[in-house]
């Protein structure tokens, strides 16, 4: 069951206050849905959701932390209580650091690992069923990302989160065909995208000592570049568009970037032919 269109539908998204997520909210209130957008910035939050109603779009703005699981379940609960059934549930927030691997603390590998890749189990597992229960066309879509297509250095704990949410994707979109569910899944994976992704240190815990590991000269060169990659990337309104689209068709990969379609299929034959892909390909 494909979720053509999303008038008179009620869209969640994570991460909603900025980039990606605010892209998409304004798109889907354009198409006619009930917009919930859920973040951890609070002032953020409620500019954003002065914009979307500024623009005629039902919103309601939750505060939401989705490194805590109970926040995702009051979050579930918030958004029926005010609109009832939930069709649409975007898993986007995200965060990263950088360093060498061995480099990042417990504390930050326990911060990346629970808002990009658990924050995105307990989405799944709490609105899920919920939107199995009412049988009108749902969809949900989580956010990877091309890292989530390649490996690479300086970013362990983000490459890693990012494979996880393509490998639960894959998993959740078999499961839904051998149910015949009204539940479509797609994950989505962005190449540069003008976000804040390079300023996560914004949303950290208190003493996590910054988004580049202590004392980490090569991952604060990197994290310069990463800045700048974001900087020359397309807007997330572009991204918005790409989603709507893939998801009318029901596609599990949404990609946004044609051109890495070949760096893609180059990974692919390296691995079958015994090499290492080169990680410089995703990022071109």
């Known amino acids: 069951m494909t979720m053509q269109d999303f008038a008179n539908t009620t869209a969640v998204i994570t991460g ?4 990606i997520g605010l892209g998409l909210a304004h798109r889907l209130g354009r198409e006619g849905a009930r917009v919930v957008i859920a ?5 953020a939050l409620d500019k954003a959701v002065a914009g979307l109603e500024a623009a005629g779009v039902d919103t309601l703005g939750v505060r939401t932390n989705v490194g805590k699981q109970a926040d995702i379940t009051g979050l579930a609960d918030a958004v029926e209580e005010r ?16 360093g060498l691997a ?20 307990w989405g799944c597992r709490e609105f899920l069923p919920r ?3 009412h049988g009108e066309p ?3 879509l989580n956010t990877a990302s091309m890292a989530g297509m390649s490996g690479g250095p300086l970013m362990a704990a983000y490459f890693t989160t990012k494979f996880a949410v393509v490998g639960l994707s894959e998993s959740l979109w078999h499961e839904a065909q051998a149910e015949e ?9 962005p190449g540069f995208v003008r976000t804040g992704i390079a300023r996560s ?9 910054g988004w580049v590991a202590a004392g980490s000269q090569s991952g604060a060169q990197f994290g310069e570049l990463l800045s700048a990659g974001v900087d020359a990337g397309i807007e997330p309104s572009e991204v918005a568009d790409v989603i709507v689209e893939a998801v009318a068709a029901g596609k599990l990969w949404i990609f946004t970037h044609p051109g890495f379609d070949a760096a893609i299929l180059n990974r692919a034959r390296r691995i079958v032919d015994g090499e290492v892909p080169d990680a410089r390909e995703m990022t071109r």
């Open 16 to 19: 909603g206050a900025s980039g």
């Open 39 to 43: 973040d951890i910035e609070e002032d």
């Open 83 to 98: 609109f009832g059934a939930v069709h649409f549930l975007h898993n986007n927030a995200g965060v990263c650091t950088t």
């Open 102 to 121: 061995e480099e990042q603390t417990d504390a930050q590998w326990d911060w990346v690992l629970d808002v990009n890749l658990r924050s995105v189990i």
């Open 131 to 133: 939107m199995k229960a």
């Open 138 to 140: 749902a969809h949900i």
């Open 181 to 189: 569910s009204n539940v479509g899944i797609s994950v989505l994976c």
């Open 201 to 209: 240190d914004r949303n950290q815990p208190d003493g996590l000592g």
